[in-house]
Every structure is written in structure tokens, then in C-alpha cells.
DNA sequence: TTGTGTTTTATTGCCTCC
DNA sequence: GGAGGCAATAAAACACAA
């Protein structure tokens, strides 16, 4: 059954002129697909050709996916706004981070409106934008690319709807991961929910992407939480102070000083997570009168980055930023540190260690699949070849996919460091996935008798056969989070010299790393 | 292996805007 | 009127449980 279902898979992709009937779109397809509409809900005709050309199908069929992509957005917000209309404190800070579009992501507005906007802001719009109710986002907002993530923990609820959904998730769903984690571990806001807090378990996945959506959001919602607590337990921010006793600023930040926010979530004194609050100094401590974006950025870098992810590592970098918002003239506390450098080991080392673990938790559980992942994630120097490889075979639907593959071979070097992140994505959707991985393991088996699985599967089709949801999931956090669809328009229509704004958050967010990174090192 | 439920794709009709 | 989008529907593909 299963092979023939993979046969008949293999039909539908290989003979699919023959047959007119319903075709599925290849992983490769899918995957430009999701991220394009990741980055643009509402395709400019032009988009669309260029599309249609690239993923070697028709405009038709571009409009309809995307039509029936935002119709599927639609149902899942309207599903999970039903199901979760009860995060109204939650709410308040969601709200709070609006960026006040108010932009109908799905309805009124026409395509032609993103021309004009940053595509940041096209992702903002996804975010915050009037068609997501509040609880939407402080829930499970886009439903989709975060279930992957999110989700994962709750197969239950969940079943096995939205691989697709799963898939970006890619590039979804760590917004949501990171709502909720951030409203939850902002000491004020409880978690949310019960599946909230099962995510707070999690180690969530750094995402780029999202880190100019966060960063505001932390900012805000810190404020407000300041705000909240001063007026809790004194006087209100900006009213009065007790004076400051004499070289408050000259002795290092004491415990007392942040423990007031803490105080609800403390209840882990001695977790292990304490090594790693007091490791967060070389992070950022150096509270450097630079922007604080870059500070949050690294937070929730580092978070997304880091694998425990328990509350005191969240305390510790929410006191961070109370202490950047409430001690700006606090400065250089600790100088040499926040060296771009620094950053970028700390994030490699956040990735390495948590990889390791990974690799661990994969070996345990997930059999070939992990086996599968391993191979891939654990050889940096092997991970833009394997790309370019595997997306090569998925790119057989055309000519132009084929062409299309080289562009990873552009793939900057900072590729890896996203590339882990969205493993960790990975790797959590594995691991609930696996959760039923006896079964997948059972799948599986017949090729682990021929050993080599892998490369067996390899070889006949330059395909990994994995059951088509796993390997949806996989795939699609990893290469549509990886895969530089944004390069591969850019050059396109850069070369056209079209007007057209580039989606580009994950470039962008490439870049502005870097330039966060450049910006720090010129900063120290 | 089969039945069932879910997801994805395709089609069609209607609406809105230019 | 044409183009684009949304919504409803059907059907295929797929995953999963029994």
C-alpha cells in the first residue's frame, strides 16, 4: 500500500501531464510556495508569472494555491479564535504590539499594496493585521507554519491536520512560540494556556524572522510590565522615586534589584537555568546606548537558540531589558562584551550545545527519520551541497526548478546559523510527530533492512521517502526556512529592474544580523 | 488491508473594484 | 466587462486507526 501510494506519488510528479486529473504539488513547489506567501499573501500578477515559471506551473494554479492558502489562514484563525476566544489578558499585550496596520490581510486589500510596504511590515501585517483577533495571536495565531512548532507538543488536538501548516511554518510558527513565550514569561502575564505553557517546555526555535516583531513586542510589553509593577508595588514610573543611594550605578546590577519581577515565577531557585541567567551578562550586558533592538534581538536569538528555555532564562532576559528600559544611563557596565563576535559564539555555541542535544534526543527516538535529520544537520560544511542536492531532485518538476536550485548554492555562510534554528523547529516537530515513531520507525524498517536507507532512497529517486507528512515537515523547516526563494526572486526580478519589493524577510533578517553584528562590534 | 478522516487541489459562482 | 479575490464544493491524495 505504501509503496504503491509512493509509486503513485512518484506518478503524479513524474507523469503529470498525463494526467489531468488533481496533482499534488511537489515538496519544492510547496515549499517556494509557502515562503513566497510567507512573504506576500497577495502576489502581484508579475509574482505570480515569475512563479508560475520558477516552480514550473501555471499562473492558474499560482493564483489558486494562493487564494486557497489564504482561505486556509482564514479557517484556521477563525478556528482557533473559536477555540481560544478566553486569552483576554493575553490579549492586552498582543495589542499592545500592534504596529497599529490595520490592514486586512486577507480581504480588502490588493496586491498592489505591498508594493509600498516593508516587507517586514507584510509580515507585521500577517501578525497584527485586523484579521487576526487578538486571541488569534496571543493563542495559536497563524495556526499553520506555527503548528509546526507549537503544535507539535499536542498531537493530540491537533491530529494530523495542517502539515501543511506545519510545514513553514516554517516561518510561522515561531511567532507564535515566541507570543507565547513571551507573554508567559514576562512574569506578569500567566501562561496562557495550557498548551501555552506545554510550549514554554519547549525550546523554541530562533527565528529570525520574527525578531523585529518581537523586539518591539518585548519592548512594549516590558514597559508595560514595568509600568504595571511600579505601579503595583510603588510609585508609578516617571512619578517619584526614592533617590538613588550613592553609587547605585557604580556597583554591579544586585539580585534585590531585579528580584521584584520575579517574584511570581521564582519557583525554580535553584534550577540549573540559574547558570545560564548568570551566563546572560556576557550577552548583553553591556548596556551600550545603541538601539535596543539589537539587545532584544539577541534575546530572543538566544533564546530561540538556547534548549531549556525555562523560566528563569526568560526572567533573566526579561531583567535585561527591564534593566536597559529602567537603567539607560547604566552604561558599559560591563565593557568588552557584546563584541559581534561574542554574539555570534555565543549563538553558535547556544546552537551547538542544543544540536548536540538534539542529536541526542534523535538518536533515542526517532529513528531513521533522525537519522535522517542528523545526516543533514550535523555537517554544516555538507548542508548547502545536500540542498542544492535534494532540492535538485524535488526541482524536477521543470527545467526552471532545476535552474532554480542554483541559488542555493548562493546561500550565504550565516546560512547555518538560521539553518539550526529551524531545525530546532525541526526537531520539535519531529519529536511529537514521533511521538507515534514506532509507526514511522515501522515504515521505515523495510528500508533499514536494506541498510543504508538513506542513501538507497537517495538513490532511486533522489528523494528521501519519508511518509509525506514528515517529510513535508521536514523538509519545509528546513529548506523553505533555508531556502533563499528570496534570493532566487531577487535575482530575478533585480535583474528586471522590477519594482517590486522583494520578499525578504529571511534575507533580511540574514542581513540584518550581520548588520546587528556589525553594529555591535562597531559599537565596542 | 480497509475504512475513515483530513488535507490539498481544482472548479465554479459570486462579488468588488477599476 | 475584465481582473482579482472569496467562498463553496467536489474529488483526489494522504495519514491513521482498527
Known sequence: MEESSEVHSEENKVSSEKDKKRRLKTPAQVM????????????TE???????????LTEKQISGWFCHRRLKDKKLLRDEACASGRQDRSSVVIQDRGSGLGQDSCG????????????????????????????????????????????TDDTSSES?????????????????LENSRYLTHNGVIAPINAKSAKIMGYKPSGYLKVKGEIENAAITAVKRQLGGHYREDG????????????????????????????DEDLSIPNSPDISGAERQPSLSNGYEPYNSKLSSQDLYMEEANSSGMHGSHYQDKISQLKQKSTVLNHVKRFPKQNSSLDLYEDSAGETSVYNSKR???????????????????????????????????????????????EYFKFKPPNLTHNRFESLDTEERGLSTRMKKGEKVNRKWKGIKEHGNQVKLKMHSTNEIKVPKRVRHDLLQ???????????????KFLSKGSVMEMPSSFSEDETAENSSSQELGASS
Open 32 to 43: 517556494a510556495l509557502e515562503r513566497f506567501y510567507n512573504e506576500h499573501k497577495y502576489p
Open 46 to 56: 508579475e509574482m505570480k508569472s515569475q512563479l508560475a515559471e520558477q516552480l514550473g
Open 108 to 151: 480588502s486589500t490588493k496586491h498592489g499594496d505591498y508594493r509600498n510596504i516593508d516587507p517586514r511590515e507584510v509580515e507585521s501585517r500577517r501578525l497584527y493585521g485586523n484579521d487576526f483577533q487578538v486571541s488569534d495571536l496571543t493563542y495559536k495565531h497563524m495556526s499553520h507554519y506555527t503548528e509546526t512548532v507549537s503544535g
Open 160 to 176: 494530523s491536520s495542517s502539515s501543511q501548516d506545519k510545514l513553514f511554518s516554517q516561518t510561522e510558527d515561531p511567532y507564535d
Open 235 to 262: 510609585p508609578p514610573l516617571g512619578v517619584e522615586f526614592q533617590p538613588l543611594p550613592p553609587g547605585a550605578f557604580e556597583s554591579p546590577i544586585q539580585k534585590p534589584v531585579r528580584e521584584p519581577y520575579y
Open 359 to 405: 542529536n541526542q534526543r534523535m538518536s533515542s527516538k526517532h529513528g531513521v527519520e533522525g537519522m535522517k535529520i542528523d545526516s543533514v544537520t550535523n555537517h554544516r560544511g555538507h548542508y548547502d551541497g545536500k540542498i542544492e542536492s535534494e532540492m535538485h531532485d524535488y526541482a524536477n518538476v521543470s527545467p526552471n526548478v532545476i535552474q532554480r536550485s
Open 477 to 491: 523547516q528546513d529548506y523553505v526556512t533555508k531556502a533563499p526563494f528570496t534570493e532566487m526572486q531577487t535575482r
